[in-house]
């Protein structure tokens, strides 16, 4: 027998659902990164690029370190590969250049 009082049974609340998932954050704002692309947008490897701008392999890469060609992207090891659009941007900014220049002048067509 013992001298000290009975115990009284204690009970333990479990804790609500409120209690274990509180309110939800709102979602964060979608803000669109400089850096991804379209995911089905054309990429050109090397020969594209020569092909597309008549510009040599050596000048291409010597342009890219000046600042003045679109960088590359390194898909593997040995593939690099440039985005369609920045190559064309590019010749669109050459021909803007020659025009402002007075270097070259659209074409027309025939006037009678």
């Known amino acids: 027998m013992s001298l000290l ?3 009284k049974k204690q009970t333990i609340k479990a804790p609500t659902l409120a209690a274990l ?12 990164s400089p850096i991804v692309t379209d995911p089905i947008e054309k990429m050109l490897r090397l020969d594209d690029v020569i092909a ?8 291409i890469y010597q342009l890219m370190a000046e600042g003045q060609f679109p960088k590359a992207i390194k898909l593997t090891p040995k593939l690099s590969v440039w985005r369609q659009a920045d190559v ?3 010749l669109k ?3 803007q250049q020659a025009i402002k220049a007075g270097a070259y002048q659209p074409f027309q ?3 009678a």
């Open 5 to 7: 009082p009975p115990r």
């Open 21 to 32: 998932n509180p309110a939800p954050l709102p979602p964060a704002p979608m803000v669109p």
């Open 52 to 59: 597309m701008t008549g510009i040599s392999k050596s000048l």
């Open 88 to 90: 064309q941007a590019f």
């Open 93 to 95: 900014l050459k021909i």
């Open 109 to 111: 067509g025939a006037t």
